[in-house]
């Protein structure tokens, strides 16, 4: 057994270890080193890791985590574990190596193998390091299921998952290996399974609100992953990568490919016609439309779409960019089966025109003012005996102050406008009806014997990715401010070296936190290290307290204590110190 390298009575450190939440300094492998050299240091949130003792990369996107490191995953586990457990969840393990065969029943094998690490075993088969586990958690169930009885299902797990990025960077914010904790649901049908949609993310909500940093649920695209229903989770923070539409009014916040706005008092989604609309398309196909560019001499911009029977042409502002997403996600039949190539001649049974409403916002004839002589005069006579529907609809990406959909009364002049903030996404949510189990032939017997298929939700949570996010959202120059229920030390205590009797009394003290709450202490007994070190280590690694036994204890028997969060620092016996650490224990319980 290895003991400090200092002056640590014997007695005094065989009588902590039978203490499991004290700890020392001088045994905490990895502990901050001065000298401790950056291999990585494009975000704050891995500079303070890497310098903090918490993580050490080891390859491109492959790190490891250290003692520190460790104890704040494990805290940040045992919150997720216990809010998937008041719901009903089932905690599980599921294998790191997928078959490709089950991926490919599923179709996501072709859509996904460039972004997976693949490997053949010595019969040949192909399997993968599993970035996500939905075929894997589907086919299970899909062995064990036959009467609805069994429903509802929540099952989950938190383990690694592996992703070949081409450019890993930000440390644990994009990396090849990640700790997710993900969550499936099985239910009897679509209402049940928005029941258990809606139980599910209320039990995320009490996990974000835990750890006390804000947040927001934001609406957004399903992806990959399938489904009509989906929410993210986001710390804003300048740091993020993805962009998010925020009202500062109420709770609406969408992420930007699925967000919607309102760019004018009133915006229409059904068809309608209008005069100077048509008056402007058919001057649009008098100029041999096929050919003219996306950018032309009109005030807005245009993009045409054909199908077999029909042109569809998309009218937008210039300041504006044209949302696929929003097109091909869409419903309604107008954005059905459509092609962006043109055929020469070619004359559609009908036109169609979608017009943006973001033209609406303003002077919608600005277009048509302008007096333009057609190029291919028999071309365009064609043309003008083909029936022309007009159409409104939202058709553009939703940008910073657009008006917000929710909370702007549709009979009133708008007033709450949208913010864009980048964030960091930390949770998703889907809904993913029958996506898996329809491949997959998860069925069951209804009460009428009838064979239905299972309808099916997914919840994700980065765990490794939040430490980042959490530490972009939460720090100083001094370094790391956890949330109090995660920190790897919930107090640090530091005695002055030097002091007589101060590391024997710094020992009592821990032990006393420790017979009446159930914190963890870290008692610094280095003897080589500097006052000044001491304290800016505990800083750094994010010590919600830090009580300091310096020449105020050995003058007046009263302790300095410097609260992380605040910055605060007072001057308290040892009674204060101890109302005050029961009161945190309350906070972190409650």
């Keep these: 057994m290895k003991f400090p390298n200092s002056k640590f009575p014997r007695k005094a450190f065989y009588?902590?270890?039978?203490?499991?939440?004290?700890?020392?300094?001088?045994?905490?492998?990895?502990?901050?080193?001065?000298?401790?050299?950056?291999?990585?240091?494009?975000?704050?949130?891995?500079?303070?890791?890497?310098?903090?003792?918490?993580?050490?990369?080891?390859?491109?996107?492959?790190?490891?985590?250290?003692?520190?490191?460790?104890?704040?995953?494990?805290?940040?586990?045992?919150?997720?574990?216990?809010?998937?457990?008041?719901?009903?969840?089932?905690?599980?393990?599921?294998?790191?190596?997928?078959w490709s065969q089950t991926w490919k029943k599923t179709g996501r094998w072709e859509t996904n193998e460039s972004e997976m690490f693949t490997l053949k075993d010595r019969k040949g088969s192909t399997f993968c390091l599993a970035p996500t586990h939905e075929e894997e958690i589907t086919s299970l169930v899909a062995s064990t299921l036959s009467s609805y009885r069994q429903l509802p299902l929540l099952l989950y797990q938190i383990g690694k998952k592996y992703r070949d990025e081409l450019r890993p960077r930000s440390g644990l914010l994009r990396s090849r290996e990640f700790i997710m904790k993900d969550m499936y649901s099985f239910d009897v049908d679509e209402y049940k399974a928005k029941d258990s949609y809606k139980l599910v993310t209320n039990a995320y909500r009490r996990i974000f609100d835990r750890l006390g940093i804000e947040y927001v649920r934001a609406e957004a695209d399903s992806g990959?992953?399938?489904?009509?229903?989906?929410?993210?989770?986001?710390?804003?923070?300048?740091?993020?990568?993805?962009?998010?539409?925020?009202?500062?009014?109420?709770?609406?916040?969408?992420?930007?490919?699925?967000?919607?706005?309102?760019?004018?008092?009133?915006?229409?989604?059904?068809?309608?016609?209008?005069?100077?609309?048509?008056?402007?398309?058919?001057?649009?196909?008098?100029?041999?439309?096929?050919?003219?560019?996306?950018?032309?001499?009109?005030?807005?911009?245009?993009?045409m779409y054909?199908?077999?029977?029909?042109?569809?042409?998309?009218?937008?502002?210039?300041?504006?960019?044209?949302?696929?997403?929003?097109?091909?996600k869409s419903s309604s039949p107008i954005y059905t089966n459509l092609i962006a190539s043109t055929l020469d001649n070619f004359v559609p049974k009908t036109i169609q025109i979608v017009v943006d409403s973001s033209i609406l916002h303003g002077d919608s004839n600005k277009a048509s003012q302008k007096e333009l002589t057609p190029t291919s005069e028999s071309y365009f006579e064609r043309l003008r005996s083909i029936p022309i529907s007009?159409?409104?609809?939202?058709?553009?990406?939703?940008?910073?102050?657009?008006?917000?959909?929710?909370?702007?009364?549709?009979?009133?002049?708008?007033?709450?406008?949208?913010?864009?903030?980048?964030?960091?996404?930390?949770?998703?949510?889907?809904?993913?009806?029958?996506?898996?189990?329809?491949?997959?032939k998860a069925k069951f017997k209804n009460q009428v014997q009838d064979s239905k298929l299972a309808e099916m939700g997914c919840y994700g949570i980065g765990v490794s990715r939040m430490l980042s996010a959490i530490i972009e959202k939460s720090h100083d120059a001094d370094g790391i401010i956890w949330p109090a229920v995660i920190a790897p030390f919930s107090v640090s205590i530091i005695p002055l070296y030097g002091v007589k009797g101060a590391l024997e009394q710094a020992l009592k003290l821990a032990k006393k936190i420790t017979n009446i709450t159930n914190l963890d202490v870290l008692v610094d007994d280095r003897?080589?290290?500097?006052?000044?070190?001491?304290?800016?280590?505990?800083?750094?690694?994010?010590?919600?307290?830090?009580?300091?036994?310096?020449?105020?204890?050995?003058?007046?028997?009263?302790?300095?204590?410097?609260i992380r969060e605040t910055g605060k620092t007072t001057k308290s016996d040892e009674s204060e110190i101890l109302k005050s650490i029961l009161l945190q224990q309350q906070i972190n319980t409650a």
């Design 15 to 98: 009588s902590t270890l039978r203490s499991p939440n004290i700890f020392q300094v001088s045994q905490v492998y990895g502990f901050p080193e001065k000298d401790e050299k950056l291999t990585e240091a494009s975000l704050n949130s891995n500079e303070l890791l890497v310098r903090g003792g918490f993580i050490r990369q080891t390859s491109a996107g492959i790190f490891n985590f250290l003692p520190l490191g460790l104890r704040v995953l494990n805290k940040l586990e045992k919150i997720i574990d216990e809010e998937m457990h008041q719901i009903g969840g089932q905690k599980l393990m599921l294998p790191l190596l997928s």
């Design 224 to 303: 990959n992953i399938g489904g009509d229903e989906s929410h993210e989770y986001h710390y804003l923070t300048k740091a993020g990568d993805d962009s998010i539409l925020v009202c500062k009014n109420c709770a609406y916040a969408a992420n930007e490919e699925k967000a919607t706005g309102i760019t004018a008092p009133s915006v229409l989604s059904t068809p309608h016609t209008y005069g100077d609309l048509e008056s402007v398309v058919y001057r649009l196909l008098g100029q041999d439309f096929m050919k003219l560019p996306e950018n032309f001499d009109f005030d807005f911009k245009a993009k």
């Design 306 to 328: 054909i199908d077999r029977e029909r042109y569809v042409i998309f009218l937008y502002s210039p300041d504006r960019e044209l949302s696929t997403f929003k097109i091909w």
């Design 390 to 440: 007009v159409f409104i609809d939202s058709i553009t990406f939703t940008k910073h102050d657009d008006f917000c959909p929710k909370c702007n009364p549709a009979d009133e002049e708008p007033r709450h406008r949208l913010k864009e903030e980048k964030g960091i996404e930390v949770a998703h949510t889907f809904y993913l009806g029958t996506k898996y189990s329809a491949p997959l």
């Design 527 to 562: 003897v080589n290290t500097s006052y000044k070190t001491k304290i800016a280590d505990s800083m750094l690694i994010g010590c919600p307290m830090t009580v300091i036994l310096g020449r105020e204890w050995d003058m007046t028997n009263r302790y300095e204590v410097r």
